[in-house]
């Protein structure tokens, strides 16, 4: 049998792999692949800037949650705005417990469309950035896969009860293939059942949320610092340990041993010399 010859396909595996780590590698917040289109950018802008906004609502929280919930509902969507709605809807007469509803429905869902269009345009990919470090939603994210369309529905409709973001169910729903406007209407629907819940929750505390209100307004400065604490801290303890293990993964072995001395080196190295024996 004639040797193997440079070139032969024993190289063939090394070169392809060499092929393969050449290859520009996909950054990890990009969650498509190859060159991004006009649909792409405008997706993940709106994603993106749907964060920030959430943090630019809760200075606003104490300073209309007391004076204007209604249009803290529209504008923030917060549960807690919903709540306070509600007990005003108790306590004046000029605020419907209907409107109370429809303000949360608008600020509710209004970045939800955005969530079901990534995932129906990026897949597992997106899912998989939503799920994050949270074990409980990279559980449902690995279910997932398996769920049919009219599954993905009930979980839109349980997306508020669901102890899972309402991002990933959203973007779930729009990777395994729910129609648009079967989402429109599951998420129309389990989003009013769950501010009508808040809404009533409110409307029973009466008196007592208008007071919590108030006393929300009042300390606002002491609001604002907790709820950017909570926010934060969360995040900011993740990064710091996920630096601390990338550090200590890095350090080379034997690091806290004593270096040698000159003198310990010398006596390794010269030879031994052994007396002359006595007849």
Not at 87 to 109: C, D, I, K, Y
Not at 229 to 252: F, G
Request: net charge positive; aromatic share 8%; proline share 8%.
């Amino acid at each position: 049998m004639p040797p193997e010859q440079p070139g032969q396909p024993g190289e063939s595996g090394t070169a392809a792999a060499a092929a393969r780590a050449a290859e520009p590698q996909i950054p990890d917040w990009r969650p498509w692949s190859g060159k991004a289109r006009k649909r792409d950018v405008i997706c993940l802008t709106v994603i993106m800037l749907s964060g920030f906004y959430g943090l630019a609502m809760i200075p606003l929280t104490p300073r209309l949650i007391s004076t204007h919930p209604l249009l803290l509902e529209v504008l923030a969507g917060s549960n807690t705005s919903t709540v306070a709605a509600g007990a005003f809807a108790s306590v004046r007469s000029s605020v419907e417990l209907g409107f109370v509803v429809l303000a949360a429905l608008l600020g509710m869902m209004k970045f939800d469309l955005f969530f079901w269009w990534a995932g129906n345009m990026w897949g597992h990919r997106i899912v998989q950035l939503f799920a994050g470090r949270s074990r409980r939603a990279a559980k449902f994210a690995r279910r997932a896969e398996s769920v049919s369309p009219r599954w993905a529905g009930v979980a839109v409709l349980l997306a508020a009860f669901l102890p899972v973001p309402s991002p990933l169910v959203y973007a779930v729903a729009g990777w395994v293939g729910l129609p648009l406007l079967w989402f429109i209407i599951c998420d129309v629907i389990g989003t009013a059942a769950w501010a009508s819940l808040l809404a009533s929750l409110g409307y029973i505390l009466g008196d007592d949320g208008v007071r919590a209100a108030n006393l929300v307004s009042r300390y606002a400065l002491i609001t604002i610092i907790v709820l950017v604490v909570v926010a934060v801290v969360p995040h900011a303890w993740h990064v710091i340990r996920a630096q601390s293990a990338a550090q200590a993964a890095a350090q080379p072995p034997g690091d806290g041993q004593p270096a040698a001395q000159p003198a310990d080196l010398v006596a390794v190295v010269q030879p031994q010399v052994q007396p002359d024996s006595v007849p």
